[in-house]
Each structure stands twice: as C-alpha cells, then as structure tokens.
C-alpha cells in the first residue's frame, strides 16, 4: 500500500459511494415492485368488492320484483278461482272479464319468466367476465323490471275491477240486488 495518494483514495471512496448508491438502488426497485404489486392487489380486491357489491344489488332488485309480480299472479289466480267456483250465471256474466284477467295473468307470468331468466344470468356472471355484462347489461335490465312494474299497476286494477264485478254478480244472483252489474 505503498504510494497511495489523495486520487487514489478519492477513486477508492466513489467506488464504495458507487456500490452504496447501486444496492440502494436495487433495494428501492425491490420497494417499488412490491408497493406495485400490492397497489395492483388492492385495486383489484376493491373492484372485485365493487362488482359484488352491485351484482349482489342487481340481483335483490329482480328478487323483489319478482316477488312482488308473484303476489300479483296469487291474487289474479285466487280471483279466477272464484269465479271458476262461482255459480253459472256469474261466470256467464263475467265471461269477458274473465278473458281479461287471463290476458293479465298470461303477461304477469312472463314478467315473473323474465325476472328468473334475468336472475339466472346475473347470477353467473364472474368477477372476471361479469364486469362487463355489468356495466353493459345493468341499466337495461332494470329498465326491463321498471316496464314491468309499470305494468303491475294495471295488472292490479284489472283484478280491483274484476273483484268489484264479481262482488256485484254474486249479489245479483243471489237476489241481494237487482240492479245489474256493469
């Protein structure tokens, strides 16, 4: 070690500030791709929790909107069972509203085919491919469930009317009234 001058320590020094200065290097690159693999996990965790959250949504809406058509079609077939059991000349009377009410009864199942068809298809939707379907198919499909309530209202008048008119045959037959029912 003999001849060791100020340029020589000076090149022994950068050379340790070198190698001091490439593990750090490496060790913030070994930082960085964890905090990116744990910033890409997280992101993913969150829209995987996110597309549950609104599938989970999606379906309880159509669950509850069928129920509720399920309620309607109990109600338009415990009116018709009625009138099935009425005596002749009620059901003859009634004979075009009971055409009515199996119209209604007819579009309320199709909206309750609907609402298990759509049920099922969102049910299969995964993370992975549902995402799509989702944000595609969403607002669609409660539109279609929105046209359907709209309908439940009318459904529900028809069998309000319907009771009335049969209320009114029964005391027509049975001789309470002789006022002839409408």
Known sequence: MYGWNAS???SVLSLVISVVSVAAAAWSAWIARKTLTHARNTYGEQLHISFERERSALLDLITRNRS???KTRLRLDSL???????PQPVKEMLRKDVCLLDEQLLKVEGA???CWSLWDEVARWSNDTGIHGLVHHQSRYKALIEDDRFDQDTWLMVAEAFEQKLIKAHEYVSGATRVIPI
Do not use: M, V, Y
């Open 8 to 10: 020589t320590w000076i």
């Open 112 to 114: 309750i085919r609907q």
């Open 68 to 70: 509720e058509f399920e």
């Open 80 to 86: 018709k069972a009625k009138c099935e059991s009425s």
